[in-house]
């Protein structure tokens, strides 16, 4: 072997469990380890039925479910909004069609109303005129 390029090894190291706090001890190069699980939490050497975790994981993964359900309800509102703001704008449109229809409406009724008025005036020129 090569001189100084291996690191240091070290044969008394301790190795902590991060779910039940137990400690042992070992050889490795480094000087301190950290496991998730060992043999005395472990659910296949205790036989107890549990849930292993040490970093959050689970609660990750349940506050991710919480945000997609938010994101999903907020979709939904957002487009229930959006198909209630297009039949408010049609019912508008609408509206105002109607309106625009009702003045044209109007514009031809006085028009109606003045040659009817022009035909009766003309009638009793003409019976004046006999």
Do not use: W
């Not at 950290?34 to 609660?59: L, N, V, W």
């Amino acid at each position: 072997m090569k001189k100084d390029i291996h690191p240091a090894y070290n044969n008394d190291i301790t190795i902590k469990c991060a779910s039940c706090g137990a400690t042992f001890s070992s050889g490795s190069t480094q000087k301190e380890l950290k496991t998730e699980i060992c043999s005395q939490c472990h659910p296949f050497y205790t036989g107890k039925r549990m849930i292993i975790d040490t970093e959050g994981r689970a609660d990750k993964f349940m506050k991710k479910m919480e945000q997609a359900k938010k994101a999903l309800e907020a979709k939904k509102a957002k487009d229930a909004k959006k198909i209630k703001k297009v039949s408010e704008d049609e019912e508008i449109e609408n509206e105002v069609q109607k309106m625009q229809k009702k003045k044209e409406a109007d514009k031809k009724l006085p028009e109606k109303k003045t040659e009817k008025k022009e035909e009766k005036e003309e009638k009793k020129e003409e019976k004046k005129a006999d």
